[in-house]
DNA sequence: GCTGTCCGGCTGTCTGACAGGTTCACGCCT
DNA sequence: AGGCGTGAACCTGTCAGACAGCCGGACAGC
């Protein structure tokens, strides 16, 4: 009575396995998946076939794949934010230094005394800020309104996009805690060149506040 | 100052370079990639690295390819549903006979005559509606009414997931247009059957209109 | 004890090949 | 002339084998 839809290939029926044992949690999250070679003999396919198959994992958020080392789980769902999340850990920071460096010059140039106290007050409280989360709001705050004080609407709209698509990513608060006294100390680099209003000195430090962070985030996605 | 992450491996920039010319719909949804060999050259990367690109693309439902045709788009952006439309067109169809005739057969024998109502006000109302989407939502209300008339709880619940996933499709109202009368008088069959308390009788009317339904979408997935 | 080098394993990519699905035009038959 | 079958051209799906580059650990030398 029944008559089954067209076969699936190879490759999607391997995927789907393998997304259903990472969806059912029997390869848990942080576990190696086995090589490629290895798979390639227990399902009975090429290689290709098995690359495909988890090219379609890692374009799901599922897995993560490093050179020389395999294949690993880093989530047992489909995260819900791949459309708003359309920005990579990586994408994002090599994006900002282009934009948030000069943003940073302008607002050494145009910032309002209101947009300074507003500025210190964040500075002075992420200095107490212990938890996390807290800390990351506080630091999109400094960072968003620095872009405002640009007195640029797209530095300020991009920056505030920025902000959101890092703060929805879980490297950003795995790196907190190692950057956290380092951070605060940047920021108040960055908040004395803006009260300065040395525009030079404000791209400096942002440029070095960037560029660390970065090479924090880089180390986490690479350990 | 900016030292950037680690290299895009070939597949990744490849996948990037389509999917932003398919989000910036410089590739618009309905038409067709140029055939593997093709990208191929295009990029200067081998067909393994255009298959992987197109992959993820795939997998995040942008294009759908079909051999021997080529791949087409279709979707001009991930869509946000990806975690909860987690059943394909083809894992329904595939999985509803198996469920919902043996629901039809408990139904016919344990519906209730407040149920037979519902039934009958339903297929009426049905037989008037001319808008689509209205017509979809009281299809899913006929099948649903039919499995909680099963009086199993299971397939009560798992028939209203199916046809959640189900009213989430374009697939589905793109089939409306052609099957609509055909399946008010299949409709009618099954409310024959589930009334005069004959379970073999409804689980035939049920597989016979599941079947013709799968026969439809499946003509509308490769057209 | 520390360091540097080497090796085995793994991913990234390429090449060439063949099977099977799809389309279309050409030519044959009616 | 019109319908029909058939084959050629093109496309995707899969396979096998190969090689470069990255990574981790073992091992020898200082």
Not at 107 to 134: C, H, K, N, Q, Y
Not at 139 to 156: E, K, L, M, Y
């Amino acid at each position: 009575m029944y008559r089954p839809l067209a076969r699936l290939s190879a490759a999607e029926a391997v995927f789907n396995a393998i997304r259903g044992d990472i969806e059912s949690e029997l390869i848990p999250v942080g576990s190696k998946l086995n090589s490629e070679a290895t798979l390639s003999q227990q399902y009975g396919v090429s290689r290709s076939v098995i690359r495909e198959a988890l090219r379609s994992c890692t374009a799901l958020g599922l897995t993560v794949t490093r050179t020389g080392k395999g294949t690993f789980v880093v989530a047992s769902k489909v995260a819900n934010d791949l459309t708003l999340g359309q920005y990579s850990a990586r994408d994002l920071t090599e994006a900002r230094p282009h934009i948030e460096v000069p943003a940073a010059g302008l607002a050494a140039e145009r910032r309002t005394p209101e947009e300074l106290d507003v500025l210190r007050g964040i500075v002075a409280a992420m200095a107490t800020e212990t938890d996390p989360e807290s800390w990351v709001a506080l630091d999109s705050s400094f960072h968003a309104t620095i872009a405002r004080a640009s007195g640029n609407r797209v530095f300020a709209s991009v920056v505030a996009d920025i902000r959101d698509a890092l703060a929805h990513q879980s490297e950003t608060l795995n790196m907190v805690a190692d950057r956290q006294h380092a951070s605060d100390v940047e920021h108040q680099e960055i908040l004395a060149a803006i009260e300065a209003g040395s525009a030079e000195n404000a791209r400096a430090a942002m440029a070095h506040h960037l560029e660390a962070v970065g090479v924090a985030l880089d180390s986490i996605l690479n350990n």
